[in-house]
């Protein structure tokens, strides 16, 4: 019993403090969470455990990769500390699910909970710029991704600017990458037209750092337009589902992204018909209401001069009704006396030579005898 | 001195269509009238030499492209 160290309580947590700190100064443990919690809406405590033992887990929910549910295989970076009042555990300082049943789960409910909060909205949904000039592409330059992406945009389309937002696509330190690349790209003075998140396939931990909450909800916050494109066709992240277009593979994206030049090429001559077609339209239209013009123009003045010829007309047979002519024809004789019309018998006297005008002759005559009309 | 630029197609249309609209008057007299089909078949011909002139070009352009 000398020979032992012997030590306060306070003394004896504070020297295995030390020694851990000095041993373990960090160890990833893996195993099943059990009795998971958060307190506070700021403290997270659970047990991770195996067929053999249990250990007590600290840390806070911002260390969350999402959320998390008893019985999922969890791997967590941490440092053994022993608390001078609530004992044994392990203070979190990163945390990933581990296993294809437990990422898959851990994906389910994150994915419930951003979906809850609309950050899957199809209304959300901008379109792409079609196509782009300036493209940020988050990504590993090390990648085929990378050179995939890189090489079918140039087969398809020239002249776009690229700018590398170079970032580790897997592993711990992943995530916090992609965030920061995301927000980076959406600060640039010279902004871009639309941002190209995208990592070739791999194992559902290789690809997890694309359904994390973190990354789902930078490409959510994007104001940039995005486009993301994870693993293979059957992968489907959660960042792909926030994103404003998702594409299948990297070259997916980059077919997506631009239109393809030869295609387009292709496409010209029925354009150039059409364009000519519709040109030879518009004018065979308006030589139909040329021609249509002309008709109106004529009809209109032959119109009025109808008009004026009947007018014309009507007053001709107006005329015709006063000429004297007329009466003479019909027996009446005009007779003038001293060249004056006679109207009245009081006008002429025995003897008073007359001038007498019938339709066909004069005749000159002289006065026997006046006699008045009674009455 | 700037020249007056050419009356373009539409200009001309609607210079045929207020003549229209006068040989619709009422009170309209014979002279304004023959004066006025008159200015009518002129600016029905200036039209067409437009058109003429439009078609060609399309026919031209296209004798062009097909050739390169």
């Not at chain 1, 992204?257 to 292709?266: F, M």
């Not at chain 1, 518009?282 to 009025?304: F, G, I, P, S, W």
């Amino acid at each position: 019993m000398n020979d032992d160290l012997a030590f306060s309580v306070s003394e004896f947590v504070a020297i295995l403090n030390q020694t851990l700190e000095f041993a373990y100064p960090s160890v990833v443990v893996t195993g099943e969470i059990a009795n998971f919690r958060v307190s506070k809406n700021r403290w997270v405590y659970f047990d991770l455990k195996d067929e053999g033992a249990t250990v007590r887990f600290f840390g806070t929910v911002y260390q969350l990769p999402g959320p998390l549910e008893d019985g999922m295989m969890l791997a967590v970076r941490g440092t053994p500390k022993l608390h001078p009042l609530y004992g044994f555990s392990v203070n979190i300082m990163a945390m990933r699910p581990v296993g294809q049943g437990s990422i898959k789960k851990a994906a389910a409910l994150l994915q419930a909970k951003l979906e809850a909060e609309g950050l899957f909205d199809p209304l959300r949904k901008r379109s792409l710029p079609y196509p782009p000039k300036r493209v940020g592409l988050v990504t590993s330059a090390e990648s085929a991704a990378y050179r995939d992406f890189v090489k079918v945009l140039g087969a398809r389309w020239g002249g776009l600017e690229i700018v590398l937002f170079d970032v580790q696509v897997q592993g711990e330190v992943a995530p916090a990458q992609i965030t920061a690349a995301i927000q980076q790209a959406n600060q640039l003075a010279e902004p871009l037209d639309v941002l190209v998140v995208t990592r070739g396939g791999g194992s559902a931990e290789d690809l997890q750092a694309f359904s994390t909450e973190q990354v789902t909800r930078a490409v959510a916050a994007s104001r940039i337009p995005t486009l993301v494109a994870i693993g293979h066709e059957v992968d489907i992240s959660l960042a792909e589902l926030a994103a404003d277009q998702r594409a299948s593979t990297p070259s997916n994206a980059a077919e997506l992204l631009v239109p393809d030049r030869k295609a387009l090429l292709a496409q010209l001559p029925a354009y150039k018909r059409q364009l000519e077609q519709a040109a030879l339209q518009v004018c065979e239209y308006a030589q139909r209401q040329l021609t249509q013009h002309r008709l109106t123009l004529h009809d209109r003045t032959e119109l009025v001069l109808t008009r004026a010829t009947q007018q014309l007309h009507a007053r001709t047979q107006l005329l015709a009704a006063y000429d004297p002519q007329a009466a003479l024809r019909r027996g009446y004789a005009l007779v003038q006396a001293d060249g004056a019309l006679v109207r009245s018998g009081k006008q002429l006297a025995p003897g008073a030579g007359l001038a007498i005008t019938l339709t066909d002759a004069q005749v000159t005559a002289t006065v026997k005898q006046v006699t008045m009309n009674k009455g | 001195m700037t020249k007056k630029p050419e009356p373009s197609y539409r200009e001309i249309s609607d210079q045929l269509d207020a003549v229209l609209a006068r040989l619709q008057q009422p009170d309209i007299q014979v002279d304004d009238a023959v004066r006025l089909y008159e200015e009518g078949l002129a600016l029905a011909a200036a039209l067409e030499k437009h058109l003429q002139l439009a078609e060609n070009t399309i026919r031209k352009l296209k004798a062009v492209d097909s050739g390169s």
